[in-house]
């Protein structure tokens, strides 16, 4: 007899789960809501009044929690997805703006073929960039850096994108600093 008792106070959080796996795999849970509303109800608010130890209302309490996480995580991907969306359909409005921007490219020693850094450099293809006039110029102790002139269409190119880019270029180039950047 002490087994069917043991079992007895399981069966509203066995039911409860039941539910929660019907509503979590679509299912309609329309029949269960009428007979077990009444029950949660109290259970919430013994919840409310005081602490127990009974397995049951633990088993409870970790299911909508994780039905509220899932929840939030979906609403969040739909909702990154809708603006993902609507901003490729929208595309670009507004005026083009452009920016001119000076870039500092420094080599990782003073045996840096920096002739060849340039044209990798310059190699770099986006849409919307325009490569300038470059110079080299003196770091110190026989060290010289390429400083290079560009134009960008700012809602085309990233400056993070380009400097990422040209850091890839890791057998010549060990730093960028943007050094100027300037709104035409």
Not at 45 to 61: G, I, P, R, V
Not at 135 to 158: C, F, M, N, P, W
Request: include cysteine.
């Amino acid at each position: 007899s002490s087994g069917i008792n043991a079992e007895w106070p399981l069966r509203p959080g066995v039911k409860r789960l039941a539910e929660l796996e019907r509503a979590l795999d679509g299912a309609p849970v329309a029949a269960a809501k009428p007979s077990a509303p009444a029950k949660p109800a109290k259970k919430e608010e013994s919840d409310d009044d005081s602490f127990k130890f009974d397995d049951s209302d633990e088993e409870e309490d970790e299911a909508p929690k994780e039905t509220e996480m899932q929840r939030m995580k979906r609403l969040a991907a739909e909702k990154k997805a809708k603006a993902d969306a609507e901003k490729a359909a929208a595309g670009h409005q507004g005026p083009i703006t452009k920016s001119n921007v000076i870039i500092d490219i420094k080599p990782w020693d003073d045996e840096t073929d920096l002739g060849l850094m340039e044209k990798e450099v310059r190699a770099i293809k986006m849409e919307g960039l325009h490569w300038g006039a470059s110079k080299l110029e003196e770091v110190g102790y026989g060290i010289k850096k390429l400083r290079i002139a560009t134009t960008i269409i700012d809602h085309l190119v990233g400056l993070y994108d380009l400097e990422d880019k040209i850091t890839e270029i890791e057998d010549c180039v060990q730093s960028v600093d943007i050094v100027a950047h300037n709104k035409i």
